[in-house]
């Protein structure tokens, strides 16, 4: 049993976090940290078993309805996986992939750097995120003790005795309620050659990166993860392949735009091998890898390379519950629940990606806070539905509502504007067009983007929209409330746009709306 640290007594600056949270990261320090208030003897309403997104969330809003809540974590701070492994090093690396393709496109002109044949480093990219997202998690550390008054056990791996008792580091705690807000793990197939130096995912890369990767990267899966991290890598100048069992990018089911994102992928060089699994990882003498086979059609593939990035997919934390509590788990290992998020134990709740798709943060925090109501006596139900969805290739891709297909089998009379409209030209047109893509624009007008908005004629509602470039998923979170709402192109039309912006719905909407039985354009 090691030593606690109790530290509900003391004010730590979030500057003070971070050293704390850095110092344990590094020493591998196993003392808990306590931050239990010694004066309140109400019983706990509930334990988040786990302070991710959908535990701290979940907790907040509990504890701000009145309740008793304690979070327990086996890390030494708050926020969970998108911190520490997920959404934040996603998007420095897609930050980084979008500015490495403008290098690379105005290579030598203006103020830019000559880049033909540069291979940009990944390794101190990652060792740059290792040891900023200390940040990060001081902050949360913070904002969840001091301004949240959040009770809770950091670097402390909660065992489950039973549905009402968990055990840490020796002590039990009880409480009324169980949360579930374990999070998921990367899935790594059972392949031959899986365990070899080189053979990465979303979780090793940042935390075990500790050889330069060669010239080529072969990224196993078509999902989010591995086209975001396969557009990275490529653009650090790496021959990268992309993986798929059937089809690359296949969430963003607009069959124009998901077109517009591939080609733009293959005009910076990436490579697509779709209907293809991974068969056999080889290694060289000194356990490195050295070429991946890969079967497709027409046989085995076999590429060269030191680099694999496994994305093909996350299964939930749910062996420990799976066998104490015998929870109902789906053909996948998620826990059931129903839409109050309990389990098939009335008590035990499960919140997040412990619970399956979508693994998004909104909905595991949601989750936590549908949980939350349900244990405080407020009845409530969620089932994550018409989201608005997004995704980084080099570019940002935001995304909401019906494809066109989707549209035209549901709606007669189906109405598009789009940018660039159609034209002999295709896609060499530089329109959309806002911040962040003016060169692009005056240079190489087919990198500015597109975009689509999707709209039922006859009720003129909006019933779907796309955007490809940078700037607009901001935007989209507003959007599809207004479109779940019944959003119509006349109300579009009467927006007040911030003229130029990177989406340019408002002003086709206001050009077209004018006539009633108005067209595509
Ligand atoms: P987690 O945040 O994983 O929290 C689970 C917590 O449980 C962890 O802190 C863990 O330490 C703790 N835990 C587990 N077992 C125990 C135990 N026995 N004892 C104590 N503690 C335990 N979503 C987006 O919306 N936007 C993005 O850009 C985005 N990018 C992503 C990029 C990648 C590479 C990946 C993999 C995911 C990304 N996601 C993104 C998804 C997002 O990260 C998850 O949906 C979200 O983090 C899930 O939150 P959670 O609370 O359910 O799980
Ligand atoms: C965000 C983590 S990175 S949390 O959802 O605010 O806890």
Redesign the pocket.
Known sequence: MATAIDIWENYLTIAKWQDFVNGTLESGSSSPIFNINPNDDREFDAIY???????RFGAAYLRAMGGRVLI????PFLG???PH???V???LFSDCAAQLMLERTFSGQLWFQEMIGKTVSIKPIVELFRSGRTGPHAMMNYQSKEQLGLEFVLN???KIIDAHTIQVNGSQFQAKNLVL????K?IVPDVPGIQLQGVFT?QSLVEKLDDEPGNTAVVIGGGK?AIEYGCFFNATGRRTIIVARHQAMPMLKDAESRAYAILMMEEQGMEFLENAELSVIHGDAQGKVKTVSIKTAGGIVNIDTDFVFIAIG?QA?SE?VAQTLGLELDDKSFIKVNRRMQTSIANVYA????TGPP??????RKEGVCAAKNIMGQASEYKAADYPDFMHTHYEVSWLGLSETQARQRYANVKILKLPPDNPNGFDVGLPAGDRMMLYLMAKPRMSGFQKLIIDGDTRKIVGAIHIGYGAKDGFQYLNYLVKNGLTIDDLADMDELFISPSYFIQLCRLRAGDIHFNDM
């Open positions: 078993l786990g302070g991710g997104a959908a535990g327990i974590d086996r890390w969970g996986s998108c492994q997920a959404c090093p996603h998007h402390a791996e909660a807000a374990l999070g998921a990367p979303s993860t996350e934390n420990q919140v997040g990606d412990v693994m998004e943060m909104f909905k595991a």
